[in-house]
Structures are given as structure tokens and as C-alpha cells.
DNA sequence: CCATGTGAATGTTTTCACAGCT
DNA sequence: AGCTGTGAAAACATTCACATGG
């Protein structure tokens, strides 16, 4: 039950960075050290798993699983071995309940508060995605830069300006943060969220940011991903 | 070194996937042998040596380039070395030189024109998005399934209905397509895409989408993102 | 039987460390 | 003296294959 998040290193550049051990607590430890490119996958586990009970499918076995999810089967049981054993042979697992527990692990039985910064084009794109409350966040501060001038667009969510992220930030007790500046103010917001006890950033930013040890990042990089695409065109 | 965590871990089988070797033509080329995470990394290498270049840094080491990026020197050095070999020792890369290089192995030396499929609040915001003409990719069609509410919105794009995909696409030569239309609508974009001729696609939808082998899909999934870090946040 | 969970094997990616060139 | 390029080693990740249990 008590799966003590264990961290492993990072990434530097690709996909984000989770938090790095140097800076964290040695507490006591349940569980063994869970790569990250394991949590990485359970999002996706978590979802098919959803789906499917939704679907009133009651089992499924690590095979169809796999295929649904576009993986393989041994890699499932694997991941899932880092956490402890859900499956009955012969049966397979139980949608409903290995859904919810990983749910559980990942902690989005419940709902986050997050902080954005930048409402431009991308940032009200993303206060408009309603896919986001479901997941398990709801946007519950916006900061820009130019926050008199966007006021009235956010539906029922306050904007401040950028001078006040530490402070509301600290005051609403927010852990998660979406980035979503130009590349060169993205450093100086990361740090300002930092500051104001942020654990958890997703960067939109085309920029490596630099964040203490205990904070983990992931980047949402289009462009890069798109250049990497074009090397395996014809010409 | 800085707070700033190096490592690097791979991410397999997450964020996308490369064309298959089954199906890719066995040409000349150098890609065959080229491992898809040093393909991901090269965009950034690309962008760090034309913000050096641009500032007017002649040549750069490896160690330094790395510290830009956020990796290691021995990464990169080991990733251009697929390449060629394009250092002087004692004095480093030339940063205008090997820019362009990467640009070209990455063939953003040059336009591409890409489809857009879905017109909603993240389909506009990608349209609006600046970032994306300078990073070598015009949006040249437009699709939505309601293209008549949505044609005057767009700026000079043409806007068409979803069946007109196959055959414009195919019309204009388009080789790169962005999914930006619900989950559930996702597979069946796909698939005219790549009847059209489509053989590079940027996945936002939460989907897994199938496709022949040769064609390259890279997903962008900001809540499976954001659901793996809430992994490492305290209760 | 069927399908899990896991040691062992294999494959991939990163890092070390240094010979060799400028 | 400084820094690349690369064998060799280490670390990491995936897959195989099967003993085990419902």
C-alpha cells in the first residue's frame, strides 16, 4: 500500500526531469527505487485501465492490455512487479481495482491545483481544455505579465500579474505549475514558482529550465518533436 | 556542476515511435543505424548552436554546449559521432558550421508544409503559434469537421472538411500532419492522412494511433505528463 | 489449461577514461 | 594544454521463457 515514491535520476533533455536524489530525504523506504521511465508509462496504464472498466469489462489479461496500449506484454507485468502483485493467474487483472490502485499511485484520486503562467494564445488554449478536471487538475491561478489586459477572458479564474506568483502561489499551497511564457521570461517565472513552493512544472517553454534538485520537470516540446520527425522523411 | 541534474535516462517505448525498420526503405542513408533518442536530441542541438551562433560565439566544446543543453559532454560528443566527425580538438565545434550540419541531417534546412487536422481551441492555437514558420513548418490545410462554422477564423489557410483530407493532402504533397481532433476522432484522421500520403504525424490526441510502419508518430500528452509527476509530490 | 511474476538473457544507452591530434 | 572521438565498461531497460498457482 505504502509505495514510497523513490526517485531515480533524470532526464536532462528529453522527455523532463524528475526530482534528483541528492536533495531528497532519505526516509524510510518501502518500496524498491521505481525508474522513471516506469511512472512515465502508468498514465497511460491508468487510462486504458479506466476505459476498459468503463466499458464494463471487468478483467484483462497483461496480453490484450499490452495490445490496447500499443506495448508489450512483459513490459506491463514488469512495470507493474515494481509495485506489487495485482494480477491472478490464469484470470488476468481486475480493471476496476488495478485502475484505481494505480491511480492511486500516481495520486490522481484527487484533485491539484495548478498555477499557470503566460496567458496568450497557449495559455488560454489550455485554461479551455476541459480534458484537464477530469484528469485530476484544475487550473486555480493565472499570472501574465499583462494581467489587467486578460482579466476579463478567464473564465472565473483570477489573473495576477507576474509579481505576484511567490505570494499566491505560497498562499494557495499550489505544488504544480504549467509554463507557458516565451523562452526568455520561462527562467525567471520558473524561479518565481519555485519561490513559492512549486514541486512540479510542465515547461511549453523552448528552453532548459533550471530548477533545484527536489523539483521535477517535463517539457512539452512540438517543435522538437516535429524536427525529429522530418530526419526520417524522403526529401 | 550546477543544481541542474545530469543524467539521462531513455525513454523507449513512451513518447512516439520512429518508422520501423521492416518498412523503411533500405537506402543510402545514413538513418538506419542512427538510435531514435540521438534523432530527439538533435533538434536540440540544432537550436542551442544557432542561439550561440546568433549571439555571435564562434566555437563552442562540448562540455559547454552540454552545460547549454542540460546533458553531458560525453552524450554528445558520442551522439555527433553517428554523424561524422566535425570537432578540432583543442578548440571544439564550430557553431555556425555544425548548426547548419545538424539542420541538414535533420532536413530543417528547408519549409515543410503540414496539415492541420482540428480546429478547435488547440488546433487555432497551434495556427496562431509563430514558433512554428522560423522551426521550418507551414500550416498549408486545414481541416475540421465543421469547416464552414470555422473558415473565416483562419488566417489565409484554407479550412476543409474531413472528407477532403485524403485528396488534398495528397494534392498538395503534404508529408506532416498534426492531430489536434478529439480521442475519439483520432484514428480515423489517421487514417486519411496516411491515405494521402502522410508519413509524419504529431499525435495530441490521448490516443494510440496505428499506422503502417513507415509512417512516424510522435505523441504529445500533457496530462499523462503532468499525472507522472504527481507521482513525486508529497500527499 | 491460462496467465502472472520474475530470474536470466539480451539489447540499448550512457558514462568512463584516455589515446591522439591541434 | 585542451578537447575530440571512441573502445570498453557500466548502467539501464526490455524481452524471454518458465515455474508456479488459480
Given at each position: 500500500m505504502s509505495i514510497l515514491?523513490e526517485?531515480?535520476?533524470?532526464i536532462?533533455?528529453l522527455?523532463?526531469?524528475?526530482p534528483?536524489e541528492e536533495t531528497?530525504?532519505?526516509?524510510?523506504?518501502?518500496s524498491?527505487?521505481i525508474p522513471?521511465?516506469?511512472?512515465r508509462?502508468?498514465?497511460?496504464?491508468?487510462?486504458a485501465l479506466?476505459d476498459?472498466?468503463?466499458?464494463?469489462i471487468p478483467s484483462?489479461?497483461?496480453?490484450?492490455?499490452?495490445e490496447?496500449?500499443?506495448?508489450?506484454?512483459a513490459?506491463i507485468?514488469?512495470?507493474l512487479?515494481?509495485?506489487?502483485?495485482f494480477?491472478?493467474?490464469?484470470?488476468?487483472?481486475?480493471?476496476?481495482?488495478?485502475?484505481?490502485?494505480?491511480?492511486?499511485?500516481l495520486?490522481i484520486d484527487?484533485q491539484?491545483?495548478?498555477?499557470?503562467v503566460?496567458y496568450g494564445?497557449?495559455g488560454?488554449?489550455?485554461?479551455?481544455y476541459r480534458?484537464?478536471?477530469?484528469?485530476s487538475?484544475?487550473?486555480?491561478?493565472?499570472?501574465?505579465?499583462?494581467?489587467?489586459?486578460?482579466?476579463?477572458h478567464?473564465?472565473?479564474?483570477?489573473?495576477?500579474?507576474?509579481?505576484?506568483?511567490e505570494?499566491e502561489?505560497?498562499?494557495l499551497g499550489?505544488?504544480?505549475?504549467?509554463?507557458?511564457?516565451p523562452?526568455?521570461a520561462?527562467?525567471?517565472?520558473t524561479?518565481?514558482?519555485?519561490a513559492?513552493?512549486?514541486l512540479?512544472?510542465l515547461?511549453?517553454?523552448p528552453v532548459v529550465?533550471?530548477?533545484?534538485g527536489?523539483?521535477?520537470v517535463?517539457?512539452?516540446?512540438?517543435?522538437s518533436a516535429m524536427q525529429?520527425?522530418?530526419f526520417y522523411l524522403?526529401d
Amino acid at each position: 500500500m505504502s509505495i514510497l515514491r523513490e526517485h531515480v535520476s533524470a532526464i536532462a533533455t528529453l522527455p523532463g526531469r524528475a526530482p534528483s536524489e541528492e536533495t531528497m530525504t532519505p526516509r524510510v523506504q518501502v518500496s524498491r527505487e521505481i525508474p522513471d521511465i516506469v511512472v512515465r508509462r502508468l498514465p497511460l496504464y491508468a487510462r486504458a485501465l479506466r476505459d476498459l472498466s468503463a466499458r464494463g469489462i471487468p478483467s484483462v489479461s497483461s496480453e490484450s492490455l499490452a495490445e490496447a496500449i500499443g506495448v508489450t506484454a512483459a513490459q506491463i507485468r514488469r512495470d507493474l512487479s515494481y509495485f506489487g502483485r495485482f494480477g491472478k493467474q490464469g484470470k488476468g487483472y481486475d480493471t476496476q481495482f488495478l485502475g484505481e490502485t494505480i491511480a492511486g499511485f500516481l495520486k490522481i484520486d484527487r484533485q491539484w491545483d495548478v498555477a499557470l503562467v503566460g496567458y496568450g494564445n497557449l495559455g488560454r488554449a489550455i485554461t479551455h481544455y476541459r480534458g484537464l478536471i477530469p484528469s485530476s487538475f484544475t487550473i486555480s491561478a493565472i499570472f501574465d505579465r499583462k494581467a489587467a489586459e486578460y482579466q476579463e477572458h478567464a473564465p472565473g479564474i483570477p489573473v495576477h500579474s507576474d509579481e505576484h506568483i511567490e505570494s499566491e502561489v505560497a498562499r494557495l499551497g499550489i505544488r504544480i505549475g504549467i509554463i507557458a511564457v516565451p523562452a526568455g521570461a520561462a527562467q525567471e517565472v520558473t524561479d518565481k514558482l519555485t519561490a513559492g513552493g512549486v514541486l512540479a512544472m510542465l515547461n511549453y517553454a523552448p528552453v532548459v529550465l533550471r530548477v533545484p534538485g527536489h523539483v521535477t520537470v517535463r517539457e512539452i516540446d512540438p517543435i522538437s518533436a516535429m524536427q525529429s520527425m522530418t530526419f526520417y522523411l524522403p526529401d
